[in-house]
């Protein structure tokens, strides 16, 4: 059996080579979904696109309980220990193809309660398939390169999506006719094969093939279904608002505030890097306690929170561009990204802090914390949304964000008056594991 590799925590060059790459991907991803946002904004227009956020934005409220975390279970055992690859790939190969399509039912038979008529079915499930089985199945092979701090290959996972997805936008506007989000969907799903095939291919050559069989210990299994929570929870404050206004809003009102919010996904994408090149460290820093990972976090946040709020100040100042480019549909998009422009700064502290109580093996505290907010935001969208629109989605936002951040706050200052000690490390035993 391989023995545990030696990493030096304190290599400054990998850790600025791994968030150059990231960046560097990124850098292309961006350029390319801005081209395929623009297009398939001004192809679909704000109603057609309006049910296609709407679908997104429905599939992704339970698609982290496709891997059952066995993608970051995966990163924490294999950054701590390689020889634990084939069995955690493999695991978590098995798990999204059982959970992934267990969901995919789930959604179809909720879908008519959350948006009646408004999405057509088809449509939906196109998406479902591609979000809720085949871009997990990405995830997890951008996890495997980050456990092992193989982020160029990682980011070139995302480009090959972000890549096939332009292309698939360019036959959608000049190819199709009268396009509509049921034909967008289609070709989503498509170039997500493609990008799911190239990462299982990759992975396997670069790294290992997987051993299949869904085969987890019990405290594995509990810790997965803590990071899917933890997942669903950041996903539900960040996504159910779209859906609910399908529902009490109308799709105009989906898709400005789609449009809007989706420029703040993409401003993001720089302390995204650095979240990604930094996850494996928080985990092995996490041996120590919650002293090692918020030791780490201190280095990183005013890096993180100095960009996040110069994006969000230019974010409101160059707001007024976003109908020039989208289209005139897209006017009051301006104000949208004037309201959701300080989630920039709030999302560089609160995932830095999120990935120190991960680190230390307190995901359950975590997921705690994140299930709060996830109340606190359904609360104020149920309250705002029927009386002010994508406006009080924006303020239900912001406030369930600003919440995040203190709550996550709250946990690590108590976790270290409590003593510092690390979380409960699940161990791999044949006895009382969970097998299918």
Request: a positive charge; charged letters at 15%.
């Amino acid at each position: 059996m391989i023995g545990r590799i030696k990493f030096d925590l304190s290599n400054k060059g990998a850790l600025a080579r791994n968030v150059f790459w990231m960046l560097s991907g990124d850098g292309v991803r961006l350029v390319l979904q801005a081209v395929y946002f623009v297009l398939i904004g001004r192809a679909l227009g704000v109603r057609e696109f309006g049910a296609f956020v709407g679908a997104v934005s429905l599939v992704a409220l339970v698609a982290p309980f496709s891997t059952w975390g066995t993608g970051f279970i995966l990163l924490k055992e294999v950054a701590r220990d390689r020889a634990a690859f084939s069995r955690c790939w493999g695991t978590a190969l098995s798990a999204t193809a059982v959970f992934g399509t267990v969901l995919l039912c789930l959604v179809l038979l909720i879908s008519r309660a959350a948006f009646g008529t408004s999405v057509p079915l088809r449509a939906l499930l196109l998406v479902a398939v591609s979000d809720a089985i085949v871009v997990r199945v990405l995830d997890l092979a951008t996890q495997a390169f980050t456990a092992v701090e193989n982020l160029r290959k990682g980011a070139e996972i995302y480009v090959v999506l972000s890549a096939g997805r332009t292309l698939a936008a360019v036959y959608l506007s000049f190819v199709v006719h009268s396009p509509t989000a049921q034909s967008w969907a289609l070709l989503y799903l498509l170039s997500a094969v493609t990008a799911a095939l190239y990462g299982i291919v990759a992975v396997s050559r670069t790294l290992g093939p997987p051993r299949m069989g869904f085969r987890l210990s019990r405290p594995e299994f509990k810790e997965g279904f803590y990071f899917a929570v933890s997942q669903a929870s950041q996903t539900i404050y960040n996504d159910l608002d779209k859906t609910m206004l399908v529902r009490l809003g109308g799709l105009e009102a989906t898709g400005i505030y789609g449009a809007a919010y989706r420029i703040v996904d993409v401003s993001f994408a720089p302390v995204g890097a650095l979240t990604q090149a930094t996850l494996a460290r928080f985990f092995r820093h996490g041996e120590k306690g919650i002293a090692g990972s918020t030791r780490l976090a201190r280095k990183i946040l005013p890096y993180s929170a100095g960009y996040g709020l110069v994006a969000a100040s230019f974010l409101f100042l160059v707001s007024p561009v976003l109908p020039l480019v989208l289209g005139k549909g897209f006017t009051a998009a301006t104000w949208a990204l004037r309201w959701l422009s300080p989630l920039v700064f709030l999302r560089s502290i609160h995932y830095f802090l999120a990935n120190s109580l991960s680190g230390a093996g307190h995901q359950g505290r975590r997921a705690l914390v994140q299930i709060g907010v996830v109340g606190i935001n359904v609360l104020l969208n149920l309250w705002l949304i029927p009386a002010y629109s994508w406006r009080g989605a924006a303020w239900a936002s912001l406030v369930s964000d600003g919440a995040l951040v203190l709550g996550l706050f709250a946990a690590i200052v108590s976790l270290r008056r409590s003593g510092n000690l690390p979380g409960a490390a699940p161990e791999v035993e044949a006895e009382g594991s969970v097998a299918l």
